[in-house]
């Protein structure tokens, strides 16, 4: 191991040591104060956020994911966390040479054309440098940060103590299926062999849609921990918010497409809509739609459960409650008395309130980024407190944060969409069998089936 690994590695021992510090400090005052005065929600999210916010790393990542799910959290404290950035000094010109020449040989430097040593964006896994391919291609390489698999799983250890104050504070939402699926997901997102499967079923799912561009992978110059794609042209969605609203418009109807159209035609979803990993491309000096630029966050659901959806989604909009009842059964919550699926129901109709309604408007009306769903955060979270507990299944977990994030572009690019039409195309001719028969022949194709399937 090189002398710089050596200290990367103790770095980060002492990094979460000391943060495992930090969040016992902030939970033994957090329950301090309730003891004294009954706590103050806002000043325990500050504490939270001040003891998670310095790791600069995965952990950051799993905080955001908390900060969407009602209730898993106080209120206040996902206003805290959702100001949390995930990015990770970048590392230097020595370090970098010596992690490419670890993935792809000694010689790794004369694969390519040219290679910047500066890195073109970084985060909390890796960082993604411009390249040039020898056949003149313009190429984006992803290299992952040493070390990383023991930093996840140090980072994954400390959230045991968070959610072990949260079963304290609030005993009537049970984290137990979120906790595991934070951490398959997050363990996922150091494959990059994983992530370049993804690409390609990204790739496949879009293929027949102008507005939604995918960068490809490049085999031959990527590992488990570097992966290699084209360079996609692009500038970030808010470097058009005061463009027109036809502009806007036609970005956000790509996001839309982007995102809802794998899900209910491929059971799929991009699960970390964070503006970062979008940018809107141009074509004929016009802005043609989005590029899709990271693919680590990808979750692929049961066809039951996508079903279950489109059956939730067709109950609310006829007010049927015994197909809202079905689809809640078909997701895997037990025991839900009327009450309890009412309180269910405020949030889902949250997230459904613009789907339901067949006119042109705006995600939401005067309401910030920030904002987005806390009053209705709040109201199940009192609700709960009578009628709770509930186990959420863990399909929720990245379904609450990739339609919250959606939802916070939109309110970003100020879109007016009818957003119900847009959905209504989405699931035409929905069939679970047909989804079935899709996704089970784009993932093959991708090698992304488990073995002996």
Same mark, same amino acid.
């Given at each position: ?73 106080? *209120?206040?404290?996902? @206003? =805290?966390?959702?100001?949390?950035? $995930? #990015? !990770?000094?970048?590392? +230097?010109? &020595? ?13 790794? *430097?004369?694969?390519? @054309? =040219?290679?910047?040593?500066?890195? $073109? #964006? !970084?985060?909390?896994? +890796?960082? &993604? ?24 799983? $140090? ?6 103590? &968070? ?123 016009e802005v043609g739609g989005v590029n899709l630029l990271d693919f680590g966050c990808v979750r692929i659901f049961p066809v039951h459960f996508v079903e279950a959806v489109i059956e939730h989604y067709r109950g609310l909009l006829h007010d049927d409650r015994d197909r809202v009842a079905a689809a809640y059964e078909a997701w ?122």
């Amino acid at each position: 191991m090189a002398d710089d690994e050596r200290n990367s590695l103790a770095g980060r021992v002492l990094r979460h040591a000391r943060i495992g510090v930090d969040v016992g400090t902030a939970a033994a005052r957090i329950a301090g104060g309730r003891l004294i005065g009954g706590g103050d929600p806002a000043r325990e999210g500050r504490l939270i956020a001040e003891a998670l916010g310095g790791l600069k790393g995965p952990l950051m990542k799993v905080a955001q994911f908390l900060s969407t799910i009602p209730d898993a959290i106080p *209120a206040e404290w996902a @206003a =805290e966390l959702a100001r949390l950035q $995930a #990015h !990770a000094p970048p590392m +230097g010109r &020595v370090f970098v040479k010596r992690r490419m020449q670890a993935e792809l040989g000694p010689d790794w *430097a004369s694969r390519f @054309a =040219e290679f910047e040593h500066e890195p $073109a #964006h !970084a985060a909390s896994l +890796g960082q &993604v440098h411009r390249a040039v391919a020898h056949d003149g291609r313009r190429l984006a390489v992803k290299l992952q940060y040493p070390d990383m698999a023991s930093a996840v799983e $140090a980072d994954l250890s400390q959230l045991s103590g &968070v959610f072990a104050l949260m079963r304290r504070l609030r005993p009537q939402i049970d984290t137990t299926e979120i906790a595991a699926e934070i951490g398959e997901r997050i363990r996922e997102e150091l494959d990059y062999g994983r992530e370049r499967r993804h690409m390609r079923l990204y790739g496949l799912m879009h293929g027949d849609d102008p507005t939604v561009r995918i960068p490809e992978p490049v085999d031959e110059l990527s590992t488990g921990r570097l992966l290699t794609m084209t360079w996609l042209e692009g500038r970030g969605l808010l470097a058009h918010k005061e463009a027109s609203q036809a502009v806007r418009n036609r970005i956000s109807e790509a996001m839309f497409r982007a995102w809802w159209h794998p899900f209910c035609r491929f059971g799929v979803i991009h699960g970390d809509p964070h503006l970062g990993n979008y940018a809107a491309f141009e074509e004929g000096g016009e802005v043609g739609g989005v590029n899709l630029l990271d693919f680590g966050c990808v979750r692929i659901f049961p066809v039951h459960f996508v079903e279950a959806v489109i059956e939730h989604y067709r109950g609310l909009l006829h007010d049927d409650r015994d197909r809202v009842a079905a689809a809640y059964e078909a997701w895997g919550f037990r025991n839900l008395t009327r009450e309890l699926m009412e309180t269910l129901d405020i949030w889902a109709r949250f997230l459904y309130g613009p789907l339901l309604t067949d006119r042109t408007r705006k995600i939401a009306e005067g309401v910030s980024p920030i904002e987005f769903g806390r009053a209705q955060a709040m109201a199940v979270a009192e609700a709960l407190k009578t009628h709770g507990p509930v186990t959420p299944p863990r399909e929720f977990l990245f379904m609450d944060r990739a339609a919250l994030g959606l939802g916070g572009v939109f309110i970003h690019l100020d879109a007016k969409l009818n957003f119900h039409r847009l959905f209504e195309t989405a699931i035409e001719e929905f069939q679970a069998s047909r989804l079935h028969e899709r996704q089970s022949a784009a993932l093959r194709t991708c090698e992304l089936l488990p073995a002996g399937q």
